[in-house]
């Protein structure tokens, strides 16, 4: 069966940092193209960063891009995303995702992954 597990969210200040960590089991990691996705009150899912497990490429949403990063551990199973200068706009309940076959043109969209974590609230105050 397989589990994704989100911790490292919670309440900040705009300007501060969080650091987001997705923990799998049940499932050969490193075969996983990894991303995490977002969903603001009153919106859409939307997508927020990718790591393709085929050719380690990153790619990033706009709204984000400098200020986070997302990293994998193959030894430890984990996805992060590392959240700096947070601001209010940031507010929302982060999903991690995986994909074990995923093509660029789908990496951000919610279709082309099959599992996804609980969520995770991360709350960005002004």
């Known amino acids: 069966q397989v589990q994704l597990v989100e911790s490292g969210g919670g309440l900040v200040q705009a300007g501060a940092s969080l650091r987001l960590s997705c923990t799998a089991s049940g499932l050969t990691f490193r075969r996983y193209t990894t991303a995490w996705f977002r969903q603001a009150p009153g919106k859409e899912r939307e997508f927020v960063a990718v790591?393709?497990?085929?050719?380690?490429?990153?790619f990033y949403a706009d709204s984000v891009k400098g200020r986070f990063t997302i990293s994998r551990d193959n030894a430890k199973n984990t996805v992060n995303l590392q959240m700096n200068s947070l601001k209010p706009e940031d507010t929302a309940v982060y999903y991690c995702a995986f994909a074990e076959r995923v093509i660029v043109s789908q990496m951000r969209s919610q279709s082309g992954y099959e599992y996804w974590g609980q969520g995770i609230q991360v709350t960005v105050s002004a």
């Open positions: 790591n393709s497990q085929r050719t380690g490429s990153l």
